[in-house]
């Protein structure tokens, strides 16, 4: 059986970025990714992919050119993990040993709860940025869109990027007025939350712009099923389900799927028993080692902390992962803490940008001396250029 130092399950985001920054603070350590896809993407670009500004093919990536130096690729899936005897299950290349486990395998998307959903993506009308087929779809529905009832759903749950399902409402929005659409054109937002984001200095200005661009907000609506041939997508009301299914016509839906931790951590010991977390990973918000299996860690979407699921997360969680874990490895305390660092870049039309920042509790805490509680155009070249730059040249290669 082989066995590693550090394993690393998972190598999007959280997985590479660890990976890279393990091997920078220790050339000797033996660390070791197992991802089966050879695809990595920078999915944040995919809004803007679905807004006809960005091209699928921008936001991919060989995962191969990504795996730094030194690092073992393992090309597999985990089938199980088993904490007690510090060993991993793969699908085809049987057992693997670890003497530390970093958990970055994301989150799932849970197609399966809204009936008829996913089937129906690409058929012209519905569409969800949450795949990079589905971003294509519906940047090529919004093109060839014509007025009528337009759609936009967020479940409950955790999901990555909260900001996602309103982006490209806006986006979408600012899309029709341009091209003398919008009067022609009923926008709803079916959301199962009870705001537009949790923290009060950015939902100010959200609220503000859904109400000045007459943007039909449906709070606690959750989009159960897609009836496709009849062009209708069903809801329940969830402070009142037993008052029965809720059918609002579409011309164009985007939907963005309800989603939960990965089937081999919400299957395993590693797994937060109950609550908003459940099936997330275990691990203390602060240093995110496991409350139970201190030789394991998690970080991004599959990590049970509560704050936003977003890769400006993980930037931040990775260097207190790596100094905690090394420490660890030595017998030490480490001494950095992550504080619920994260961040929603709330792209709200074509050149404009409301950068919400955030750490635990929502506490509001941006990064830029101005005015970010509002639209800018600056923040909206940040997302469009300098981002993925730090993301491909520096986050991903330990240095940012
Ligand atoms: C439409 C959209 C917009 C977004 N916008 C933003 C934004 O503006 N800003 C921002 O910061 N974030 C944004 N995000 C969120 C961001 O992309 C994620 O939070 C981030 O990619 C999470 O990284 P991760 O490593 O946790 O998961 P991922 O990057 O998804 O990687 C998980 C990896 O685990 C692998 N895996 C899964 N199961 C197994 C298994 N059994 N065995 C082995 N490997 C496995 C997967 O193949 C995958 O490569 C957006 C996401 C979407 C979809």
Partial sequence: MKQYDVLIVGGGSGGITTAARLKRADRNLSVAI????????????????????????????????????????????????????????????????????VMALGIELHWDKVEGARDAIGNGKVVSNYIPEGAQATWKALESFQGGDMIFTAPSGQIKCGGAPQKIMYLADDYLRKHGLRDKTQITGGFAGTVMLGVPEINATLNQIVEERDLHMKFRHELVRIDAARDTAVFVNLDDPDAGEIEMHYDFIHITPPQRAPKVLRESKLAVAEGPHAGFADVDEHTLQHKTYPDVWALGDNAGVPTAKTGAAIRKQAPVLVEQLLAHRAGKQGQKSYEGYSSCPLVTGYGKLVLAEFEYGNKYKPTFPVDQTKQRWDMYMLKRHLLPQMYWHGMLRGIA
């Avoid at 809004?47 to 690729?73: F, M, Q, S, Y």
Wanted: charged fraction near 30%; hydrophobic fraction near 35%; avoid cysteine.
């Fill in 34 to 101: 197992v991802e089966p896809n050879t695809d990595h993407y920078y999915q944040p670009l995919w809004t803007l992919v679905g807004a006809g500004v960005a091209t699928v093919d921008e936001t991919r990536r060989d995962e191969a050119k990504l795996i730094p130096n030194g690092v073992e690729w393992i090309r597999d899936r985990v089938a199980s993990i088993d904490p007690d005897a510090h060993t991993v299950s793969l699908e085809e290349g049987g057992d693997v040993g670890y003497d530390q486990l």
